[in-house]
T-cell receptor, first 117, second 114 residues
Framework: SAVISQKPSRDICQRGTSLTIQCQVDSQVTMMFWYRQQPGQSLTLIATANQGSEATYESGFVIDKFPISRPNLTFSTLTVSNMSPEDSSIYLC??????????????FGSGTRLTVV | GDSVTQMEGPVTLSEEAFLTINCTYTATGYPSLFWYVQYPGEGLQLLLKATKADDKGSNKGFEATYRKETTSFHLEKGSVQVSDSAVYFCALLYSGAGSYQLTFGKGTKLSVIP
């Protein structure tokens, strides 16, 4: 399976600012997913990012608030824009290996714990 | 839509105790079911999976059986260890065409004390 390096692991940010989270994968992956895990809640999918195309956002998430880049098959960023305390969550990236439709192909980053003050 | 409900935590057990974490689901069609584990400071790791009714997934002493009649996928372990302390997530993947989105439960935190 792929290995993901996600950073930063945690950050404390001022409201109104933006934070960019990076995920670097050690192999080429077809799909990358960005999730949010609010305190006491399950993981909620924010968007799916495929290389070479616009990210697909889930209901309740918009590109202006969570712009995503996917410049190549091993890297993606998620930006949390104009932050408010309600954005305090853990953000995780996940990948599905290129050419793999196997359910074993999902790999997760270690997460970014964001606190907005 | 698809959803997963798992028992509320936290769960605290003594070492060598029996563990059950309940998970039920609602889904259209015939989903695949998973248990993921998140150790402190690490990402989610696939613990076990089952892709059809009556399948039993097992790994590291953990087991879960896909029960279509009760729409359940309860996680069990006969004798937990301190190293099993982690957050456990039940998840499903609807095996529809072009669907790759995992739906997760809220997670259950397990603490095992010596």
């Amino acid at each position: 399976s792929a290995v993901i390096s996600q950073k930063p692991s945690r950050d404390i940010c001022q409201r109104g600012t933006s934070l960019t989270i990076q995920c670097q994968v050690d192999s080429q992956v077809t799909m990358m997913f960005w999730y949010r895990q609010q305190p006491g809640q399950s993981l909620t999918l924010i968007a799916t990012a495929n290389q070479g195309s616009e990210a697909t956002y889930e209901s309740g998430f918009v590109i202006d608030k969570f712009p995503i880049s996917r410049p190549n098959l091993t890297f993606s960023t998620l930006t949390v824009s104009n932050m408010s305390p309600e954005d305090s969550s853990i953000y995780l990236c996940s990948t599905l290996l290129a050419g793999s439709l196997s359910h074993n192909g999902y790999t997760f980053g270690s997460g970014t714990r964001l606190t907005v003050v | 839509g698809d959803s997963v409900t798992q028992m509320e935590g936290p769960v605290t057990l003594s070492e060598e105790a029996f563990l059950t974490i309940n998970c039920t689901y609602t889904a259209t069609g015939y989903p695949s079911l998973f248990w993921y584990v998140q150790y402190p400071g690490e990402g989610l790791q696939l613990l076990l999976k089952a892709t059809k009714a009556d399948d039993k997934g097992s790994n590291k002493g953990f087991e879960a059986t896909y029960r279509k009649e009760t729409t359940s996928f309860h996680l069990e372990k006969g004798s937990v260890q301190v190293s099993d302390s982690a957050v456990y997530f039940c998840a499903l993947l609807y095996s529809g065409a072009g669907s790759y989105q995992l739906t997760f439960g809220k997670g259950t935190k397990l603490s095992v004390i010596p």
